[in-house]
């Protein structure tokens, strides 16, 4: 991290508007002098940056460095979960600073330096963000680490076949991928007889928000620490990978998770996804209660309105505020970098009696272990009407491969959503009325085309 990342942040503006014909012709139209953006509170003035109002509005060689699209070497196209997707120019170079986040969690996390590592990039390949780019910046990795790669993308079949080969020729296997997928990998795995824990399994997710339970869940199944072996990854299309979870922000993360801390913390009893961040390579800021972040890239942002609820809390405040509460965090409280809590976007969630239902709620229902051995983990949810037309939460859930669909499994998940639901959304447990709180469950076999289709991100919303 450099001594000064302000500093270099400002330095960041005056290049791209010196160098990016479309920032400086956005910055033209709301009157702004770029050579007078030599401080913070300059910085802070500058108008946020969307998709709307600038991605949208400009031509995409004009947001490219030089207004020249060849000067990047490799096109990324975001999942489009908010709508029409988006293309994301990058150079080789612009991947230096989400490299680092990776040698973060392999490295210091992992002890890949040290430890023959296998990864297997599970997340899909393709022309979306996730394979293409992990691949990208493992193989930058891999030249001064033990690590070798595979990336059989997203083919389950093909990931239970390479590891059983390879995986006892290394120290460690690390799984990269989205939590679901990657819970359906060990599911699988487990009832095909492979013996997780021969391998010193590691995860790294992106994607969504998991819960602890979740984390532990996994770390039963597949021999392995919550804590240290388990690493989420914020990252995005625009801009890279922003932020990794560490041992240190996990361990907090889970003492705030049944301390009333958090709520003091985050302002709900929802737990989001707590990760550090360097501010050199990308600056967040918190804009009502959502995430804003400043970084390099074949697309330069500046300002740029992710629209990601949640805030951002320096190293020292943190410390200090585990402290001020009684929690201990041990002796290790490195590496000194701030943190960025993030609980995606309320757009992902329902409204049911005016009462906000999020995906990672209704996750922790179908973790319990009265359900959990027959769903993938995978649902959508969407706001049902029946017949006379009383609105209520339906939840249509995925059955593991060859699991029965029965009533009284139905009724099993329905009652593990609505407990849980009515523990941890007061939302909910005050504004649905009693009659209307089990929620309408239909389970769905593995695969199932009409909600979840093979080979695609899955949306856990309709």
């Known amino acids: 991290m450099t001594a000064d990342p302000n500093q270099r942040i400002l330095e960041l503006v005056a290049r791209t508007a010196a160098t990016v014909p479309a920032y400086r012709a956005f910055l033209d139209e709301h009157g702004i002098d770029a050579e007078k953006i030599t401080d913070t509170a300059a910085f802070q003035q500058l108008p946020l940056t969307t998709k709307a109002n600038y991605h949208q509005r400009y031509p995409l060689p004009q947001r490219c460095r030089g207004g020249d699209l060849s000067n990047c070497d490799l096109i990324a196209v975001s999942s489009g979960s908010t709508g029409t997707p988006t293309f994301w120019p990058r150079a080789a170079a612009d991947e230096a600073a989400s490299v680092r986040r990776f040698e973060q969690v392999l490295v210091d996390g992992f ?161 989001p996804t707590l990760l550090q961040y360097d501010p050199a390579d990308r600056y967040f800021e918190s804009v009502d209660g959502t995430l804003a972040f400043t970084a390099d890239s074949g697309v330069p942002l500046i300002r740029y309105h992710i629209a990601d609820d949640g805030g951002v809390v320096s190293h020292a405040d943190m410390l200090a505020f585990c402290a001020a509460h009684g929690l201990d965090l041990g002796t290790d409280t490195g590496p000194e970098l701030p943190f960025v809590y993030v609980f995606g976007r309320t757009l992902h969630a329902v409204s049911v009696f005016g009462a906000n239902v999020f995906p990672e709620t209704v996750t922790i229902g179908l973790e319990q272990p009265e359900v959990s051995e027959w769903v993938t983990g995978k649902f959508v949810l969407e706001v049902w009407e029946n017949a006379d037309h009383d609105r209520m939460l339906r939840v249509t859930v995925e059955l593991v491969p060859d699991a029965a669909n029965t009533p009284e499994r139905t009724r099993c998940v329905a009652a593990s959503i609505r407990d849980e639901l009515l523990r941890r959304n007061s939302e909910y447990a005050h504004y649905v009325p009693p009659e209307r709180q089990l929620p309408h469950v239909e389970l769905r076999p593995t695969g199932d085309p009409d909600y979840f289709p093979f080979g695609v991100k899955h949306r856990y919303t309709r």
């Open 111 to 271: 002890g890949a330096a040290q430890a023959r590592t296998l990864a297997v990039v599970c997340f899909p390949l393709g022309t979306w963000v996730g394979g293409l780019y992990t691949l990208s910046c493992l193989r930058a990795l891999a030249g001064d680490l033990p690590l070798t790669i595979v990336a059989p993308g997203n083919n389950k079949a093909e990931i239970l076949r390479v590891i059983p080969e390879l995986g006892g020729h290394v120290d460690q296997v690390v799984l990269l991928g989205y939590p679901p997928f990657l819970k359906d990998v060990i599911d699988t795995g487990l009832r095909a007889g492979i013996e997780w824990s021969r391998y010193a399994v590691k995860l790294v997710l992106a994607g969504e928000v998991i819960s602890e339970q979740w984390r532990d869940l996994m770390a039963r199944r597949a021999g392995l620490d919550p804590v240290r072996d388990v690493a989420a990854l914020y990252g995005t299309a625009d801009g890279g990978v922003l932020g990794n979870e560490t041992p240190l922000s996990v361990r907090i993360r889970r003492l705030l998770g049944e301390h009333p801390a958090g709520v003091e913390l985050f302002g709900t009893r929802r737990l």
